[in-house]
């Protein structure tokens, strides 16, 4: 009688697996998130994205945890969008969305969730450049004095917006730590992260911040969702690029060519 339990058990864990992304991990003593993220091969960033209660400092041993198969995470379009759209919000090919996601199809429904892997290589470092564009979307405002939307007075704008769904993927535009993670009045939810010769890099308006401080993160690596928090008029990134604290032109930075976000320039 036992015997059979256990396996009418594991073989109802084994269905429900079969349907689902990730197993549920209960915490040992002795693990931290470093060693989970890398006894599992899972970024941090994409832990603390499937367990949104976490943080470094407050896993309890017993405590359940998500943790995916595959490096990814899951993604539910606010608008409908096609397949290879999806792609290029995550940086890459639409085969790698559909070797997990057999029956997917050419077109994501709004509201449908689905599992996108994060790919072993950012397309965006195709372009030679120091940085790369954190997200993918469609720039809604330049760097540089403007007619501020809220405000309605002319204000320098110290970065440059992108507009995107909420939910899109954030992704650092240059290797480097996290110097703030947490929340700064207009900016709503911010990441700042610092990297070498004097640069910062901020992403702003976050709806989702998966990283915190001290946490040493690669080019390319995914680090928070789009949202509209602060003061913002609707789901975009700010992005600043600061050289010893002085806000530049992030354009000047990120690769030209890049075919992933929609620019005027691109076209000059
Ligand atoms: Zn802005």
Redesign the pocket.
Known sequence: MRRILVFLTISILMVGLSFSFYINYKVQSGDTLYSISKGFGIPIPVLLDWNSDITSANIKVGQSLKIPFNPGIMFKPTKTISLSTLAKMFFITAAEIQSVNPSIGTTIPAGKEVFVPLGRENTSFTELADFIWPVYGEIS?EYGWRIHPIYNKRLF?????IRAQTGTPVFAARSGVVKFAGVKSGYGNIIIIEHSGGYETYY??LSKINVFVGLRIEKGDFIGRVGSTGTSTGP?L?FEVRKYDETNDPVAYLPRTNTYVMRRVLSE
């Open positions: 405002s704008h110290t970065g440059l917006d702003a308006h975009h700010h």
